[in-house]
Structure formats: C-alpha cells, structure tokens
C-alpha cells in the first residue's frame, strides 16, 4: 500500500490541480468532457521494473498521449460518445435478497451530484427485482451472456433474453470469467459482436496477470484482446472497454494513477491506429481492479481514466456513490487542460 500512497501524488502533480476544494459540485454546472481528446503521439512503450517488495510497478517511457503537447482530434457535437464519465458496480456472485435489497436503498438515497453514467450488475437471479426497484440514476447490466441465440446451452443466458427482461448492459470478457470459465480472447470477441448485435451495450474487459506484467508483456495482452473484439465489430458506439489489471482485482493491490493512465493511453493510441481516431477520442475506458473511496479521486484526475469498474466497493452503497462522485474531479482536469 506504501507504493499506491507515494504514486498517488504523481497523478495530482502530474495534472497540477488540487485534490482539495473542488466537491460537491451540481449537475448543472459540471462541466462536460465532449469527445475532445489527446489521441496523437508515440506509441505506449513501457519498461520493466519490479519494485523490491515484489510489488509491481511500470513506469512508462514514452507517454502514448504527449499529454498537454501534441495535437488533438474535436470531434463534431453530434458525433457519437460525449466522454461522460461512466463507473459501473460489479456485484460478482454476491448477496442475497435481503443484502441486496438494503444496497439498493442505500445507493437510492445516495446524493450523486454530477453527471455520470452508473451502470450496476447484480446476479443474473436478481437483475429483475433490481431494476425493478433501483432508483432511474442507475442502469442494470449482466455480468455475462452466451455467445449466441440460446438453445441447449445450460446455464447460459442469451443476450436476446437480456433484451426481453430490459436488461441494457452486459460485462463481457471479465478477467474471472477468463481464467475460470477459460473463455479466450476470440471467443470474447464473439460474444461482444453478439450481444451488441441484439442491442447490448458491452462492458468489454481486457488486463494483464502479474506474471504478463512482470514479463513487460502488459500492453502486448491488452493489445490482443482488443484485437480480437476488434476483428469481429466495427461499430464501438455501444462498447465501454475496461481494463482490469488481474493483479489488482480483489486483491487490494490498486494500480497507481500513473500506471494505470499509461495504459489507458495505449489502449487509446491502439484504437487510433487500428480502429480510427474518432472512435479512440469517443471510446471511454473504464479502470477496474480495487477500487475504492479513497483512491477512486486521484485516478479519476487521470485524462484516460474515463470512469470505473468496481467490484468490492460497488457492494458498499455510501463507498459506491463516493466513486461515482469522483467524476467531477475528472471533469475538472480535463476542463482545466481543454
Ligand atoms: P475489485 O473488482 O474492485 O473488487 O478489485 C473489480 C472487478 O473485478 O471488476
């Protein structure tokens, strides 16, 4: 934790604003990120270097971005995808129906004071009695569809079924499903292809494990798995990628600011090479991996950072909405740089 502490203040200096005086403000007057982003520069290059605790630490040696220099890409104002910050509550196999019941009132009195997308995603057997009783500020997502129409596939939930209940979101490709449920990279991007094709929006997730990071091979992962969900769409307006190092999911291990702005800044300059730029300016790339009340402000301070994917903290209603708040430290920072 030593490490997240003294990396925390690289982030606020790094965009040199004040962490302090800046809360609480309106709806109204938050000012909105309009798809107007950094996507020229060098590529992302990171270097190897894995601190004497054992915990990981990459620093970046090139800034794919060239924050603050190079130039930028201003989308039209009807282009698609406003840059609104987006945290989304990953609920896991967790709860029953009297604790989810008391986290849903508990995140209908929270006070969400700017304008963020929250995106919440209870266990598939609940997802109709949350979204029957979660307040209209929070959408519903699954945490996982099948590949195709259903059919003999048991266990499964169709995409078109998630359509049928109202269900809106889905998360797709999250790391537990990977390692456990051995989904690879190919079939991941089927399944998004699916699931926006019936009307889904996806939660799409990539990240490396420790073993890749210490490998140096962090962006290479990423890059592959964005490949292949790239390989079967061409339409990105429904997709909000997220990367979750797997190191830092559950674990309490938070990837620095930096750490994780360096590759949110690749994954950004993939896009704008294999993709296109406007939908690298438009796409928001949610951080996810630990998460919390605490550090949720000096990553949203990071330009990349365009919102959250929260696991444990998102089972704590006051906690959850603190998270979602930390948009307007974001908004902040990217007015300030505009
Ligand atoms: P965590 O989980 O916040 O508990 O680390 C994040 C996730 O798996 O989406």
């Known amino acids: ?9 690289v982030g606020v200096v790094a965009h040199g604003a004040s962490a302090t ?13 309009a798809g107007f982003r950094r996507v020229n520069g060098a590529p992302a290059v990171l270097t ?9 630490s990459l620093q970046a040696s090139v800034r794919a ?53 929250i995106v919440c995603a209870p266990p598939m057997v609940y997802l109709p009695m949350v979204k029957n009783s979660i307040d209209s500020k929070f959408e519903v997502s699954a945490q996982n569809c099948w590949v195709s129409s259903g059919g003999a596939f048991t266990g499964e939930i169709s995409a078109e079924m998630l359509v049928d209940a109202g ?7 999250h790391s537990e499903r990977r390692s456990l449920n ?34 140096g091979e962090t962006m290479n992962v990423c890059y592959a ?54 939908v690298a300016s438009a796409v928001r790339i949610q951080y996810g991996g630990s998460v919390n009340a605490g550090n949720c402000e000096e990553l949203a301070m990071q330009e990349d950072i365009d919102g959250f994917l929260v696991g ?18 974001h908004y902040d920072v990217v007015k300030a740089m505009a």
């Open 48 to 56: 190897r270097d894995v601190e004497a605790n054992s915990m990981v």
């Open 1 to 9: 934790m030593a490490l997240v502490a003294s990396s925390l203040s």
């Open 21 to 33: 005086g800046r809360r609480a403000t309106p709806t109204a007057s938050a000012p909105m990120f």
């Open 182 to 215: 051995g989904e690879s990279n190919e079939f991941v991007g089927q399944k998004v292809a699916y699931a926006l094709g019936k009307g889904l929006s996806v939660m799409a997730c990539i990240g490396e494990s420790l073993e890749q990071r210490e490998a």
């Open 167 to 173: 269900i809106p979101w889905v998360i797709l490709g």
């Open 65 to 117: 971005t060239g924050r603050g220099g190079c130039g930028a890409v201003r989308m039209a104002a009807q282009a698609r995808g406003t840059g609104k910050f987006i945290v989304g509550g990953n609920w896991k196999c967790n709860g029953n129906m009297a604790s989810i019941k008391s986290l849903v009132a508990d995140l209908n009195a929270g006070a969400v004071n700017c304008d963020v997308d």
């Open 312 to 329: 444990g903290a998102s089972l704590q209603g006051d906690a959850f909405i603190t998270i979602c708040n930390a948009a307007q430290a």
């Open 225 to 278: 798995q964005l490949k292949a969900i790239a390989n079967e769409i061409s339409d990105w307006s429904k997709v909000v990628i997220a990367y979750e190092p797997v190191w830092a999911i559950g674990t309490g291990k938070v990837a620095t600011p930096e750490q994780a702005q360096d590759v949110h800044a690749g994954v950004r300059a993939w896009m704008r090479d294999n993709v296109s730029p406007e």
